[in-house]
């Protein structure tokens, strides 16, 4: 079984700070791990996914993730946050098997509030 | 390219009552994954269906089913609604393959009352 942690349920932070947003895992199996994004009365939007290669993965509005299988986390960071990053951000994990591709386990999330 | 769409986006039931929703995938896409969302529990999977086949399940009692159409088009259907079962219903596409990377829809905010 899998599971995901995020251990902050809301993150206040003055706009043009920087933010680290937290997220572990718990898994026995090699997964995919995704960070969406959630904005008032909408769907989830993916944000940046790592799959394999290079442990640090970039979106481009200026979001990093570093996987780190050591401490098995995925936490995401942005130097520099504006006031539009103001959202809800999951952080998933699905099984690398190819019959388990459709099924995400999500995070609680995480409330970002950029305040002005 | 549209996007995954769902619905209708808001619907209003009462206890004991039935509810279908509805999600057309992105063209091309073979998989259709639906997802409970409520302030208590979060982001809940719910069933995938690829290729008109349900290929996994999460732990919902038997009131929740789906189906998925030749077309890729699925429907969830929810039976004997109860008071707990208002939340954000999320579908979300993938093409089914080992890049599961999945698109969501805008989500079908169920309320029973």
């Known amino acids: 079984a899998q599971s995901v942690t995020q251990l902050d349920s809301q993150v206040p932070v003055f706009e043009e700070a920087p933010v680290e947003l937290r997220c572990n895992y718990s898994?026995?199996?090699?997964?995919?791990l995704f960070w969406y994004v959630q904005y008032p009365n909408q769907g989830l939007q993916l944000l940046l996914k790592y799959l394999s290669g290079s442990t640090l993965v970039e979106s481009i509005n200026g979001f990093e993730a570093e996987f780190n299988k050591s401490q098995t986390s995925f936490h995401l960071r942005k130097p520099s946050v504006h006031i539009s990053d103001t959202a809800e951000y999951f952080c998933a994990v699905s099984d690398r098997g190819s019959s388990n591709t459709g099924k995400l386990i999500f995070g609680q999330g995480t409330t970002l509030q950029v305040k002005p | 390219k549209a996007g995954v769409t769902q619905t209708p986006r808001y619907l209003i039931k009462t206890r004991g009552q039935q509810v279908t929703l509805s999600c057309s995938p992105i063209?091309?896409?073979?998989?259709v994954s639906w997802y409970q969302q409520t302030p208590g529990q979060g982001l809940q999977f719910l069933f995938e269906?690829?290729?008109?086949?349900?290929?996994n399940k999460g732990n919902f009692p038997g009131r929740f089913s789906g189906r998925q159409f030749s077309n890729s088009r699925s429907e969830m259907n929810v039976s004997t609604l109860e008071l707990g079962d208002s939340a954000l219903y999320l579908c979300?596409?993938?093409?089914?393959?080992?890049?599961?990377?999945?698109?969501f829809g805008p989500g079908t905010r169920l309320t029973v009352l």
């Open positions: 979300a596409s993938t093409r089914g393959g080992s890049n599961n990377e999945q698109f």
């Open positions: 269906y690829f290729s008109e086949t349900q290929r």
């Open positions: 898994s026995s199996v090699s997964v995919y």
């Open positions: 063209s091309g896409h073979r998989s």
